[in-house]
């Protein structure tokens, strides 16, 4: 019986929720692509063996705005040569992904130019003195708009860069799955295991991490490949938080394994040392 499958123009044929549809006009099979992908990380508190083929690599905000010299944060006194080893992670992690054919989504600040969908609690954690310096403002050192759409300071941050095949999902609040389409595309992808990286690890992060966990994905923090400008206790709590209610965490030397990639190190980083292959 030769078969057909049910999937849009343009799209890969493994796509993991579509139908197969026979060409004789026999049965429609509503199954899904199986195949089991399984790959164990070294991970906290336990070691945990996931299903490639259920599995996202979901990046937060790793945009202009948060970790470039001349972003929003650094011109408000902001130091963000901390996010940088998380930004080389991430891209080592998002092109490990996609050679091993698990999903790369890119979570990002979208924000509309009117600020029509957001409500005053948001504004006020980016502008708390009320001078119009937060989000939609236009800063003097890249005449861009904080944080809105399809503006310089709300793209990915070099080198970063999505690819053909990426997701890319706009987000409004701390967390990614208010007023966003997040939650459709993961179901869509039939998603079970969420690996998270980006910044700030301890507030955009964490909360898309919580609400992820609260939906009944598994979570997995990768902990080198997220960080944050906040005190370094308030990363630290994060891990022990995701370890301790919510999920697991990893390195991606582990993530890099799993996926059949080989660890490379990053400049500051000891290579040879197993700090990047193994949680404690």
């Known amino acids: 019986m030769s078969e057909v499958t049910h999937a849009p123009r343009g799209s890969l044929p493994s796509h993991p929720n579509r139908w197969t549809i026979p060409a004789d006009g026999g049965p429609i099979d509503l199954r899904r692509p199986a195949g089991s992908r399984p790959a164990t990380l070294a991970a906290a508190p336990r070691d945990i063996t996931v299903d490639l083929s259920r599995t996202a690599l979901i990046i937060v905000d790793l945009q202009n705005d948060f970790c470039a010299p001349n972003g929003w944060l650094a011109s408000i006194g902001v130091d963000v040569s901390a996010l940088a080893t998380a ?34 609690g948001v504004t006020h954690v980016y502008d708390p003195e009320g001078t119009g310096a937060g989000i939609g403002h236009v800063l003097p050192s890249s005449g861009a708009a904080v944080l809105t759409k399809d503006s310089w300071g709300a793209a990915l941050t ?76 308030c990363h630290e709590a994060t891990i022990y938080n995701t370890r301790q209610c919510f999920g697991f965490t990893t390195q991606t030397d582990s993530v890099l394994g799993a996926l059949g990639a080989v660890p490379t190190p990053v400049a500051g980083e000891s290579a040879g040392t197993g700090e990047h292959t193994r949680e404690r």
């Not at 054919?101 to 957001?118: K, S, T």
């Open 87 to 120: 930004v080389s992670r991430s891209d080592a992690a998002a092109r490990a992904s996609r050679a091993a054919g698990v999903p790369v989504i890119w979570l990002n600040w979208g924000n509309r130019p009117d600020q029509a969908n957001l409500p005053p």
């Open 158 to 233: 070099a080198p970063l860069r999505a690819e053909p095949g990426d997701i890319q999902v706009d987000k409004y609040r701390m967390s990614g799955f208010w007023d966003t389409e997040l939650d459709s595309v993961l179901r869509n992808l039939r998603a079970d295991t969420l690996l998270f990286a980006g910044v700030n690890s301890d507030q955009c992060v964490y909360a898309t991490l919580i609400d992820a966990a609260c939906a009944g994905y598994d979570v997995v923090l990768l902990t080198d490949a997220s960080a944050t400008t906040s005190p370094s206790y």
